[in-house]
């Protein structure tokens, strides 16, 4: 029944969700069927969901059932999977009946049962935690040509209070290191790979009774076809001396690191069961800029956390002052049901946080313009990743810029490729992005 069916995928929330929809999309190829990215087209449409926070919950729902709208077109059925049924299915299942196949994260070569069943049946087919897709490795990118994202791990450890992936997603589960070098092989040539886990320095703890997030690293250096490796990530208590080592001596990798410290203050900080302090992130810091000077930092912060005082915020404030990160995510804290959190008080009010939350950006908007003002007058080498037609000019990204998260260079110049590098003259600054030209631009600037 499912010869010739159009497919038509939408990946919701993180770039760990995009690769597992790269690989769902590389699972569907595989068994010969088209994919479209025009949804009034496709005959069945699968929605790879996020269940990380309320909001993500939500934009989940509202995709479902904006796809369940086509009904009354070509589609015929509609496939939720991902974290959303993981987590909920119990919920769900009854009250979401626009669903004809609910999956979970590790249910992914169930699908085409489940379609068939549907079919052939009529009724909604409810696989969820009957499949064990394990290692998948074929994918259909879903990034720009020149990068792409290399996921290493599923799952984790910390059971960080505020956080509901361990009761999703399970344990921290590294893949083998041998089936991740042949996926970034199979990936060809690529301008940056982008290493990405809930927790990327914890590699081959759980698989190979020790830490081989190095091994690693070294080993997806020597592939010929890698140009350059980002990492994002990277837990403040397992970046070791030999991990600053090899980013510092290894010219592949990126001198950038994304380290989500999500607080400043050791009592919020003890709450939410992160191990770190005040003093140890400072630290950390003072470290990698004495063995790497150039490093970028980017992080992520949790203001509005329950109990958290008017005096904690301030010193938050203060914190990334003398932090001086090149850039930063703050969120407001999501109460979450089903985590440690949860039952916490006082729970602050919604609009304290959006304040605190406001408030942490323009403190932030003064030290990233500081820190981006020191480029302007130098050369930076600048990714391509194609043309603002908005700004008629050439986009791409330095070595502190990841895509999505950070800001851009913005650059005029006679010619550029998509995956190129070229070097980019900086000629002003804002508190997000660059702005520049090459030396073989002649207009005007």
Do not use: W
């Amino acid at each position: 029944m499912l010869s010739k069916k159009l497919f038509g995928v939408i990946s919701l929330g993180c770039d760990k969700n995009r690769v597992d929809s790269e690989k769902l999309l590389g699972l569907i190829k595989e068994r010969g069927y088209a994919l479209t990215d025009d949804l009034s087209k496709a005959q069945i449409v699968v929605v790879n969901t996020c269940a990380f926070l309320q909001s993500a919950r939500e934009e989940a729902i509202d995709t479902i059932l904006e796809c369940a709208d086509y009904k009354s077109g070509r589609l015929e059925k509609l496939v939720v999977t991902g974290c959303l049924p993981q987590k909920f299915i119990d919920e769900l299942y009854l009250p979401l009946k626009e669903a004809d196949v609910f999956l979970g994260i590790n249910d992914y070569e169930k699908l085409f049962d489940a379609l068939e069943a549907s079919y052939s049946t009529g009724e909604r087919q409810n696989c969820v935690g009957q499949g064990n897709s394990g290692y998948l490795q074929n994918r259909v990118l879903t990034t720009d040509e020149h990068y792409a994202y290399l996921k290493i791990a599923d799952g984790c450890y910390n059971h960080c209070t505020y956080c509901l992936i361990p009761k999703i997603r399970g344990k921290y589960r590294s893949y083998p290191m041998e089936e991740l070098l042949k996926e970034a092989e199979s990936l060809g040539e690529t301008a940056e790979l982008i290493i990405v886990a809930q927790d990327t320095t914890r590699y081959g703890e759980d698989l190979y009774g020790k830490n081989s997030f190095v091994e690693l690293l070294q080993k997806l250096s020597a592939l010929e076809n890698i140009q350059t490796i980002r990492l994002l990530y990277c837990y403040p208590d397992v970046i070791n001396d030999a991990l600053i080592e090899e980013i510092a001596s290894n010219d592949k990798i990126l001198k950038y690191m994304d380290i989500p410290l999500q607080h400043s203050e050791d009592r919020v900080l003890k709450l939410m069961n992160r191990k770190g302090t005040r003093a140890s992130y400072l630290a950390l810091l003072k470290k990698l800029r004495q063995r790497i000077p150039d490093i970028a930092i980017r992080s992520t912060f949790i203001s509005g956390f329950p109990t958290e005082t008017e005096e904690e915020f301030e010193a938050m404030k203060g914190f990334l002052r003398e932090a001086k990160l090149i850039n930063c995510g703050f969120f407001a804290y999501s109460r979450e049901p089903d985590t440690g959190a949860y039952r916490l008080k006082p729970q602050i009010h919604h609009a304290t946080k959006k304040r605190r939350v406001r408030e942490l950006y323009e403190v932030q908007a003064e030290i990233s313009a500081q820190l981006l003002s020191e480029f302007v007058g130098k050369d930076v080498e600048v990714l391509c990743d194609g043309i603002d037609y908005e700004k008629g000019c050439f986009v791409g990204r330095a070595y502190f810029n990841a895509p999505d998260i950070d800001g851009k260079v913005y650059f005029h110049a006679a010619e550029a490729v998509q995956g190129k590098r070229y070097t980019v003259h900086v000629d002003r600054a804002d508190c997000y992005d660059l702005f520049g030209h090459t030396e073989d631009y002649e207009g005007e600037i």
